[in-house]
C-alpha cells in the first residue's frame, strides 16, 4: 500500500526533528543551570530555541498542506495550533518551552514503531528535566523563593510529579504555581496510563495462558475421542473376526 504525501513527510522528518527536540532541550538548560553564562551564549541558546520551535511550526504547516482532508486534520491535530501559535502571542522561553513539548509530543505519538511503555518512560524524564528548569527559572530570583539549586528543582519536581509534596520546597511565585499544577496533573495522567498499561499487560497474559490452556484440553479431549474411537473399532474387529478351529493331530487309530 501506497503512503500518502503526508505519511512520507512525517516518516522523513520524524528523526530530523527529534535531533531538533535534543537540541533544544540543551539550549534551554545551559542559561538556567550556568546562571553566569555570558551574553554571547544566552543568546545562541535563545536563536536555537526560536529556531527548533520554527521547525516544528513548518512541520505543521507542510503537513496540514498535504493533507487531503485540511479541516479534518485540524480538527484531529487541534493541540498543534495553539503550540505554534503560543510563542507568537508572548515571546517568552516559558512559552516555547511548553509549544516545543507539545509539538514534540504530538510528533511522537505518531511514530507506530513507539511502543506506549517507551513514550511514556520519555515523557516522565522529559517532565521531570522541563520542569524542575522551569521552575528552577522562575524561583531562583525570587525573594520569598527556596527553590535556589538544581538539586533543589529536581527534588521537588519529583515530589510534585508523584503528587507526594512534601512541602519542603515549593514555588512562591505565580508562575511557579502554575508550573506545579501542570506537573501534577500530569504525574497523575502518566501514572493512570502505566497504571492501565500494567494491567493491559497481566490481562493479556493471563488470556494468553487461558488461550493456552483451553487448547491443551481440546487437544487432550481430541486425543480422549480418538482413543476410544480406535478401541471401538478394536473391539468390533474381534467380534467379527472367525474363531480359530484347533488343529487336529493325526495319529494312529
Given amino acids: 500500500m501506497e503512503l500518502s504525501a503526508q505519511a512520507r513527510w512525517e516518516l522523513r522528518t520524524q528523526r530530523p526533528l527529534l535531533v531538533l ?4 532541550a540543551v539550549a534551554y538548560a545551559v542559561p538556567i543551570v550556568n546562571s553566569t553564562a555570558s ?16 521547525a516544528f511550526a513548518v512541520d505543521y504547516i507542510v503537513r496540514l498542506t498535504l493533507a487531503r482532508r485540511r479541516w479534518e486534520f485540524v480538527r484531529t491535530h487541534w493541540l498543534d495550533l495553539p503550540a505554534v501559535v503560543l510563542p507568537l502571542l508572548q515571546p517568552l522561553r516559558l512559552l516555547r518551552l511548553v509549544a516545543t513539548l507539545m509539538l514534540v509530543g504530538r510528533r511522537a505519538r505518531m511514530a507506530s514503531q513507539i511502543r506506549l511503555t517507551t513514550y511514556v518512560a520519555g515523557a516522565v524524564v522529559g517532565l521531570l528535566m522541563f520542569g524542575s528548569l522551569a521552575v ?20 521537588w519536581s519529583f515530589t510534585t510529579m508523584t503528587t507526594v509534596g512534601y512541602g519542603d ?21 502518566l501514572l493512570g496510563v502505566v497504571t492501565a498499561n500494567i494491567a493491559a499487560w497481566f490481562i493479556a497474559r493471563f488470556e494468553k495462558d487461558d488461550v493456552e490452556e483451553r487448547r491443551q484440553t481440546e487437544a487432550i479431549a481430541a486425543l480422549t475421542e480418538e482413543v476410544r474411537a480406535l478401541r471401538a473399532e478394536v473391539a468390533a474387529l474381534s467380534r467379527t473376526m472367525p474363531v480359530p478351529t484347533a488343529a487336529v493331530e493325526d495319529g494312529p487309530h
Fill in 169 to 189: 520546597h515549593a514555588p512562591t511565585t505565580g508562575l511557579g504555581r502554575m508550573l506545579a499544577v501542570g506537573l501534577m496533573l500530569a504525574g497523575i495522567a
Fill in 39 to 54: 551574553r554571547r551564549v544566552t543568546l545562541a541558546c535563545t536563536v536555537v530555541e526560536w529556531v527548533v520551535w520554527g
Fill in 136 to 155: 528552577l527559572s522562575v524561583e531562583r530570583d525570587s525573594p520569598n523563593g527556596n527553590i535556589r539549586t538544581l538539586g533543589d528543582a529536581v527534588w
Fill in 21 to 24: 527536540a535534543v537540541l533544544f
